[in-house]
């Protein structure tokens, strides 16, 4: 049993030691990362988990476009636009927000999957909605304001 679990692990890592930078986006290296890296985000959370992800991650020097989101490009921090609430469509505000906030759909239908994931960005202002379920671009509306479901 010790020789099939050591015969795993090297084969998992040569696996991994197999990826080269080359197989990176523009400004990325193959390496660990943490679950809060730097992004454009300017009051990152206080807390993080202490969950290790291995993939591309932004070179020293470079931060995430977006927060959380490893897909999004990695700029140098100058180069971030600056956000704030003003930049924020009509009843909405920047902060944090989960994978299920409240919306239309969710008023009639309270119990349905969610993460635990924290998103950062544009969120709807105590007293709205969201018009869409899920659709974080969709409008804010208040509560009373919703379609009436068939």
């Known amino acids: 049993m010790k020789a099939l679990c050591l015969a795993f692990i090297m084969v998992l890592i040569s696996a991994t030691c197999t990826q080269s930078e080359h197989d990176c986006p523009l400004n990325k290296e193959f390496g660990s990362y943490g679950d809060c890296p730097p992004s454009c985000l300017k009051n990152p959370p206080l807390f993080c988990t202490l969950k290790l992800n291995y993939g591309c991650k932004c070179k020293e020097g470079y931060v995430l476009t977006r927060y959380q989101d490893y897909e999004s490009d990695c700029i140098k921090p100058e180069q971030c636009p600056d956000k704030s609430e003003d930049d924020c469509p009509p009843n909405k505000e920047f902060g944090p927000f989960d994978d ?11 119990v349905r999957p969610c993460t635990l994931r924290i998103n950062w960005g544009c969120k709807c202002k105590d007293g709205y909605v969201l018009k869409e379920d899920k659709v974080y671009s969709s409008d804010c509306i208040r509560p009373e304001e919703c379609p009436k479901s068939v």
């Open 100 to 110: 299920c906030p409240d919306s239309c759909y969710s008023l009639d239908h309270p």
